[in-house]
């Protein structure tokens, strides 16, 4: 899954005591590099330095013998109470809480901004470091399919409950802005997390799902667990979607069969080929139900959603066979497996044939986490590439000292924020339809931003980490820095819950099922933006560039309407993009 994961320490190197908000480990490098004695280290005309940049260039001109220590003459950036130091978002705060609400919501995040920095961080290079482990058997030769999880790991779960991570959403304290305040915690968490804002993910999409069935009977245990603050409590959930024949077609991909028992239960028989967090307490997943003579019906219309526990009261599969721990590029922190489900027992939750249907909240949920890593890990980047400016020396004068670096770093922050405002509008109606306050306007335009703002956030957090990982140059490109780390758990943000192809399409979907209604609204919207911002001379061009947009759009749409679909499917992922690019670009925030 998606997730940012800093280093405070590794094996490679020599570790110093961890000491808060740095971010690179101590280490200690044996260079046999000449002497570079008399060669000028500035470039045109000299800039005065600071102390810290003297003693640098006198450790340059020191012979290599004479010099005190021998270590790498960069230091390393720091990050410090990631709330305090974001002022995007605690300008939104402001500008959109009522007042009461924001009182208390600014204290407990900057305790939990404390948090993060001087207890959470550590953990989540641990879970990096020590990564699961699949014990098929025992030293007998019993086959236990064990996954072992690192201690970080399993206090990452623990500090989820006591965090309220998942429950913020659901106890409504804050009525409308509490599903909003939830993902500004999780934004904060996402990039100390070890990766564990993957099951959250999972687990806050079963709740969803859970309550929008009006929380059976049988089922009552469950949601007060997956919404628990009382870490003994509390459970992660799963999604078991992805077969072998592929992930996002579920509906011709789908193989498990369920039997109905005597007792109303249903076993489940089939191969499950990626399953996130495969550690997790329950799961949601797709099945065929099997009639009498042992068929099942085909597509969509014949799959149907099924809770099962992965483990019973002593901690034995639930008839599961664990075949391997998936090797990925990235998020190592957490298992990921290929499972065989041999009479696993499971409850029907969903009408017969209506799994897809029933699985749509989960989905909308996991997406808009995906959104949230993805502004998560640019901010994270984009913070430390910040820092970093302020702290190394090229050329005779810092990084930030030079215009063309600094350039760079805005050009991220504007994509950075740009996200981080589509986040908070999805988040925003999401609050609402959860309250029952949302209009009909605000129901549909969740509907489009949704795989909006997931496909075009996805391809922005890569496209960030890559600039932000040359910001530091080679040592970017070092393991030890925790960077790489950074880039190869955000390329999967593109990938997980429906590729950048997939959510286009899925757009187009919810265009043709509000019969163009959804485009208004979208237009409409756009223009109350623009209008707020009407009066002000200094964006008037911005304003104008907008407009001019919008009207492109607008009339790319009526051409398209009397050209084959298929023109329509080809430009699917350009008018994808052209959405999400108005919309931030229209908000006054930015």
Same mark, same amino acid.
């Given at each position: 899954m998606f997730a940012c994961r800093l280093p405070w320490g590794r094996s490679s190197a020599t570790i110093q005591p961890w000491q808060s908000g740095h971010f690179l480990p101590r280490t200690r490098a044996r260079c046999q590099t000449p002497s570079v004695k008399g060669i000028s280290t500035t470039v045109g005309q000299e800039q005065p330095v600071s102390l810290q940049e003297k003693q640098v260039l006198e450790d340059l001109e020191m012979p290599l013998a004479r010099r005190p220590t021998e270590t790498l003459f960069q230091e390393q950036p720091k990050i410090g109470n990631q709330y305090l130091e974001d002022t995007l978002l605690r300008s939104y !705060?402001?500008?959109? =809480?009522?007042?009461?609400?924001?009182?208390?919501?600014?204290?407990? !995040? *900057?305790?939990?901004?404390?948090?993060?920095? @001087?207890?959470?961080?550590?953990? $989540? &290079? *641990?879970?990096? =470091?020590?990564?699961?482990?699949?014990?098929?058997?025992?030293?007998?030769?019993?086959?236990?399919?064990?996954?072992?999880?690192?201690?970080? &790991?399993?206090?990452?779960?623990?500090?989820? $409950?006591?965090?309220?991570?998942?429950?913020? %959403?659901?106890?409504?304290?804050?009525?409308?802005?509490?599903?909003?305040?939830?993902?500004?915690?999780?934004?904060?968490?996402? $990039?100390?997390?070890?990766?564990?804002?993957?099951?959250? %993910?999972? @687990?806050?999409?079963?709740?969803?799902?859970?309550?929008? =069935?009006?929380?059976?009977?049988?089922?009552?245990?469950? /949601?007060?667990?997956?919404?628990?603050?009382?870490?003994?409590? /509390? &459970?992660?959930?799963?999604? &078991?979607?992805?077969?072998?024949?592929?992930?996002?077609?579920? %509906?011709?991909?789908?193989?498990?069969? %369920?039997?109905?028992?005597?007792?109303?239960?249903?076993?489940?028989?089939?191969?499950?080929?990626?399953?996130?967090?495969?550690?997790?307490?329950? @799961?949601? @997943?797709?099945?065929?139900?099997?009639? $009498?003579?042992?068929?099942?019906?085909?597509?969509?219309?014949?799959?149907?959603?099924? /809770?099962?526990?992965?483990?019973? *009261?002593?901690?034995?599969?639930?008839?599961?066979?664990?075949?391997?721990?998936?090797?990925?590029?990235?998020?190592?922190?957490?298992?990921t497996a290929e499972l065989w489900l041999q009479g696993a027992r499971a409850e029907l939750i969903s009408a017969e044939g209506r799994g897809v249907a029933s699985i749509s909240n989960m989905l909308n949920i996991t997406r808009i986490h995906n959104v949230i890593g993805a502004v998560a890990s640019m901010r994270r980047m984009i913070s430390l590439s910040r820092d970093y400016a302020r702290r190394r020396v090229a050329f005779g004068k810092l990084l930030k000292d030079h215009p063309l670096h600094m350039q760079t770093i805005a050009r991220m922050e504007v994509q950075c924020r740009g996200a981080f405002l589509l986040l908070m509008e999805v988040v925003r109606l999401l609050g609402l339809a959860e309250t029952n306050l949302a209009s009909e306007q605000d129901q549909l335009l969740l509907r489009l931003l949704v795989p909006v703002a997931k496909l075009y956030t996805g391809k922005q957090a890569a496209a960030v980490a890559v600039e932000a990982m040359e910001s530091f140059g080679g040592q970017g490109y070092m393991e030890d820095t925790g960077v790489p780390v950074i880039l190869r758990d955000t390329l999967v943000l593109s990938i997980w819950e429906g590729t950048t192809n997939i959510l286009s399409l899925d757009v187009l979907r919810s265009l043709a099922k509000s019969q163009g209604q959804v485009m208004a609204v979208f237009l409409s919207t756009v223009q109350k933006k623009l209008e707020l911002v009407a009066g002000s001379a200094g964006l008037a061009p911005a304003v104008q560039r907008v407009r001019e947009g919008t009207d492109r759009l607008a009339q790319f749409l009526q051409k398209a309407g009397s050209e084959p679909a298929v023109t329509m499917e080809l430009a699917a992922r350009d008018f994808s993009y052209s959405l999400a690019r108005i919309y931030t670009a229209a908000d006054p925030t930015v």
């Open positions: !705060l402001k500008t959109h =809480l009522p007042p009461k609400v924001l009182e208390e919501v600014h204290q407990e !995040l *900057e305790r939990f901004g404390n948090r993060l920095q @001087t207890k959470i961080q550590p953990l $989540a &290079w *641990e879970c990096e =470091l020590n990564p699961p482990v699949f014990r098929q058997f025992d030293a007998w030769g019993q086959r236990v399919d064990r996954i072992d999880t690192c201690s970080a &790991w399993r206090r990452m779960k623990e500090i989820s $409950a006591e965090e309220g991570l998942i429950a913020e %959403a659901y106890e409504r304290r804050y009525s409308n802005w509490s599903r909003l305040y939830q993902a500004v915690k999780l934004y904060l968490f996402s $990039a100390s997390s070890g990766g564990f804002n993957c099951p959250l %993910a999972m @687990t806050d999409g079963a709740a969803k799902v859970i309550e929008s =069935l009006g929380i059976p009977g049988s089922l009552k245990s469950a /949601f007060d667990r997956l919404t628990s603050r009382d870490p003994k409590k /509390f &459970w992660t959930s799963g999604q &078991w979607m992805t077969e072998r024949r592929g992930g996002s077609d579920v %509906a011709n991909g789908t193989e498990t069969v %369920a039997r109905r028992q005597p007792d109303g239960t249903y076993r489940l028989y089939g191969f499950k080929w990626f399953t996130s967090a495969a550690d997790s307490d329950v @799961t949601l @997943t797709l099945a065929r139900i099997a009639d $009498a003579e042992g068929q099942c019906p085909q597509g969509s219309r014949g799959l149907s959603l099924f /809770f099962l526990r992965v483990r019973d *009261e002593e901690g034995k599969l639930n008839n599961i066979q664990v075949q391997r721990l998936k090797d990925k590029l990235g998020t190592r922190q957490m298992a």
